[in-house]
Every structure is written in C-alpha cells, then in structure tokens.
C-alpha cells in the first residue's frame, strides 16, 4: 500500500497557527468572517480579496512548506504536485454570489473571486503560488475529502507523477441558515508529503497510510471496513489509539458500533459539516510527536468511510523553524 512521509506541517486555524493546539484553538463555536489578518498572514499584493478558503490554505501552505525546510522548492517545478480536499469552501462565496447576482447584477460580483465557483480553482491558485507544474488534483467528496486527498497523494506519488506533494484541505463556515452552519469547519490544514520508502528525507513526522470502504446507507454489514482495518493494520502491530470523527447518520453510527469491538483507545469527536476536522486530528497526532500510531477515520452519511494511519515509528529528528503566527 502506498505511504507518505511527512516532512512539514501547517495549519491556518481560529486562534491558532500552532499544529500542536489543531485540537484546541482558542476561539471555541463558529468564528465570524474577517478571523484571519490577512496581512500578517499573507504579507505581499493581490491576497485581500481572494476568497477566505483559499486565503486558509494559502497561509496554511505557507507553514507548511517553512517546516518541510525547502522540501517542495528543491525539486523541479513539473515535479511538484499539489492535492486540495474540500467540501464547503466555496459555499460561502457562491451564496454572497448569489445575492450579488439578484440585488446588483452580475457586473458587481468582485473579478477576483468569480472564477471561484469552480472548486478546482482553490487548488489551481495554490498551484500557481508555489510553481506547481505537475500533477494538481480537487476532493470533494463529503466529510472524507481531507483524508482522501491524502490517499490520492500518496497513489500519485507511488504512480511517479510527482517527488514532493502539498496536500491541503481547506473549508470555511456555512451561511447562516444552512444546515450545519452552526459549527461547521473554517481553517486549513496543509502536510508537506514524498514517498516513503523512497531516500530517506532528512527529517519526517512520521508515515501515513489511507485506505477508504464503502458502507451503502442503512447497511450494517462490517465486512468492508474490516477488509480497510485489515489493511492498515495487517502486521499485527495493531495501534491503540484510535480517533473516530463521526456523525449521528446510520453510516456513523454502524461505524461507531464497528470500532467498539476492535479493542482499541477509541475517542468519539462529533462531526460537524466539512472536511476539515478529520485533517485537524491527524494534524495534532503528527506535532505531538509523542511516538504513539494512531488511526484517524471518518465517516459520511452517504456511506463513504476513510482510515488514515501514522505510524510514527518512522518519525525523524526535526528541527525545523517555528511556523509564523497569522493573528
């Protein structure tokens, strides 16, 4: 199965830009627009009037790439690839769109953010950041995007379509009025990622390995989600800590009830609308850097289940410099 090492890490998250508090920022329910100083963020031209979601992922990014230490940059342009999990990002901007169109016109929506309805182009805009000339790819799929973008990356790589992947995943709040709006994902979160297995990097937060299944609604037959556990875990050296983000659906539910007889340290997160949170956990495991393997998975109403595991055992000494705050 394929694997990524990760080199860098970095998060653009409501009162944090610290990887190790991904868990735990400071600002606690749904942030309000404007959380994010762009400015101290991004600092240079032409980023005040991007949508939020993409100004996340690029500040997120930002981090990221300072902690792999020139990880991405070292390697040629058509050897770099970028992945971006998503699953409201632009939901926000189509909606103020929308009331654009009826109360002004279509002549008043803003040049710079109109080509956003198309989800692509938040990972198009980052590929053009940072000279992505190779593979760039968007994950949509609901709830599971984040750690699918994951296990896209790692095929690509394993595919030789790339030496050094950003993979993303970016979300912002909900309107008001839509269902899970209350809670839902704002942020980003953004791994530096080669293939591991390949030259040893110089340093790595560890190893990550994704394997997904499909549960159709209702059913409640385990067998696919013992064929992904069997193989994520097939060596017997079966994690302990397992970190479940799951919603009240039938699918969550089979998956919950699943997990709990697979003798592991499970911890229940709820999970609120987006992609986001499953990427923020996974997030926090690889900065705690404590050597523990973890299981993070999640799951989404339409059936769709996605298991990602570190393995921390291949962590490297890190010495890499502390990521810029944004606010």
């Not at 653009?12 to 994010?36: F, M, N, R, Y």
């Not at 500040?59 to 990221?64: E, L, M, R, Y």
């Not at 994690?239 to 499970?266: F, M």
Request: charged share 20%.
């Amino acid at each position: 199965m394929s694997a990524l090492d990760i080199l860098g890490v970095g998060v653009c998250l409501p009162g944090t830009d610290k990887p190790t508090e991904a868990l735990s920022p400071a600002v606690t329910g749904t942030p309000g627009p404007g959380w994010l100083d762009v400015a101290a963020a991004l600092p240079g031209r032409g980023y005040k009037r991007l949508p939020s979601a993409c100004q996340y992922l690029l500040a997120a990014t930002g981090n990221a790439l300072a902690d792999a230490d020139g990880a991405l940059s070292a390697v040629p342009a058509e050897r770099r690839g970028v992945v971006v999990g998503t699953d409201n990002a632009g939901m926000a901007l189509l909606d103020e769109q929308d009331r654009t169109i009826i109360t002004q016109g279509a002549d008043a929506i803003a040049p710079l953010t109109a080509p956003y309805f198309a989800m692509s182009l938040f990972a198009s805009r980052l590929a053009t950041e940072h000279r992505v000339n190779g593979f760039t790819l968007t994950v949509n799929s609901p709830r599971t995007a984040a750690l699918d973008a994951l296990g896209a990356g790692a095929r690509a790589l394993a595919a030789d379509r790339a030496d050094v992947l950003v993979v993303g995943a970016t979300e912002e709040s909900l309107p008001a009025g839509e269902p899970g709006a209350d809670g839902s994902d704002t942020g980003a979160v953004a791994l530096v990622c080669a293939r591991a297995g390949g030259p040893p990097p110089a340093s790595s937060y560890g190893t990550v390995r994704v394997r997904d299944a499909f549960l159709a609604p209702g059913a409640r037959s385990g067998r696919a989600l013992e064929n992904a556990w069997r193989a994520l875990t097939d060596d017997g050296d079966r994690p302990l800590q397992v970190d479940a983000i799951v919603d009240d659906s039938p699918v969550g539910e089979a998956v919950t009830a699943w997990l709990g007889n697979r003798g592991a340290d499970l911890t229940l997160s709820p999970a609120g609308a987006g992609a986001l949170t499953p990427m923020r956990h996974l997030a926090a495991a690889l900065a705690a850097r404590d050597g523990h393997d973890r299981i993070v998975v999640t799951a989404a109403a339409e059936g769709h289940v996605t298991f990602a595991r570190l393995d921390a055992s291949a962590h490297l000494s890190l010495n890499h410099p502390q990521q810029n705050g944004s606010r």
